[in-house]
């Protein structure tokens, strides 16, 4: 079953460029989810990709074209995987970024570095139809561990406390370049690629 | 997080030995989910990985262990992905191998062998608890085409019209230590366990 089309079901420019950058290459043509009549689901799920399975259905459904969904956020390991999910609402519904941090770093205070482990993690569905069975599901993570304090400016979210040792940095502190390298979502990409070559769709 | 036991959530012995073979030498404690006060849970999801999800979450709460949920079937492209997730009551609630094998036999009547190209898929999914945001996701594909007739006394399901024309033998032909090596779940395992060394679980 080959795919031409692939609608990103997502509102954010920068996702759909990165998408673009990589799918156009392989010979999708690939168009954001604001073309169509899309209208942004409740996401209901207990796991990331479930959250980026109900994005790309309701896309694929609306759309009537394959679609691709994403989900991501913060998983730390001394807090049971939170803030998980509701990574971009930690700290209540109308958070920003900086009380999200403030409550991180608050729930770990006093634990030594050994047990601030962490990493973000993406996934990445790709649904060939809104009922295909068999969608194409590739992750990917970051792994680091987070800090008492800020340090760097870059980025959003959790970079800001987020060091990973082999680079030497916060996330906040990489260059765009360089966190698209190493980054969860930089994995995930790059193994929805190599999928999407070994099935040959 | 260190898991030590692993339910496995299914009745089904053979799975149970499998995944003993490949988890033991790892560390692992496997218990079957029979041990737990686990019911059954109605499988509700529109894909493979969501009904693993649905099954290992269901064992993973009654336990209060780590749990591993696996679901499998046919994918047909002609047939836009059936029987997919309905692969085992293709023909009914209460169909057999050979009522769900006619059934496909007869909807692909007349098709040429380019149009009958189909994958078994397998979906194992490993929560760490029942609250894991991030479980591990490991999906494993076989390619062939679905023959207009049997062939083979071994296996079970779809396997004697499943012909893998690199092995030149339908999947019922096949002994199972062969089987086992390129089939869907063989391909899932060796995913899985590839991500539990990464991941060092």
Chains 1, 2 share one sequence.
Not at 38 to 53: C, D, I, R, S, Y
Not at 60 to 86: C, K, N, Q
Not at 117 to 146: E, K, S
């Amino acid at each position: 079953m080959a795919i031409r089309t692939v609608v990103i079901a997502s509102g954010n420019d920068g996702k759909l460029a990165e998408f673009e950058d990589m799918l156009g290459p392989r010979g999708f043509e690939v168009r954001p989810q604001s073309e169509f009549d899309v209208e942004q689901p409740p996401e209901t799920g207990k796991t990331f990709v479930e959250n980026a399975l109900i994005k790309a259905r309701t896309a694929a459904e609306a759309a009537g074209h394959a679609a691709l969904g994403d989900d991501s956020g913060l998983v730390v390991r001394a807090l049971r995987g939170r803030p998980g999910i509701y990574s971009s609402r930690f700290a209540g519904a109308d958070a920003g970024d900086d009380d999200n941090i403030d409550k991180l770093v608050s729930e770990l205070e006093g634990l030594p570095e050994a047990r601030r482990g962490a990493y973000f993690y993406c996934c990445l569905v790709l649904l060939r139809h809104a009922d295909d069975p068999a969608p194409l599901i590739a992750t990917g993570r970051w792994h680091g561990y987070i800090l008492e304090s800020r340090r760097g400016d870059g980025g959003f979210g959790y970079d800001p406390v987020f060091y990973d040792p082999d680079m030497g940095a916060t996330a906040a502190e990489l260059p765009a370049g360089e966190k698209n390298r190493v980054s969860h979502r930089g994995r995930a990409l790059d193994a929805l690629m190599e999928q999407i070559d070994d099935a040959g769709i």
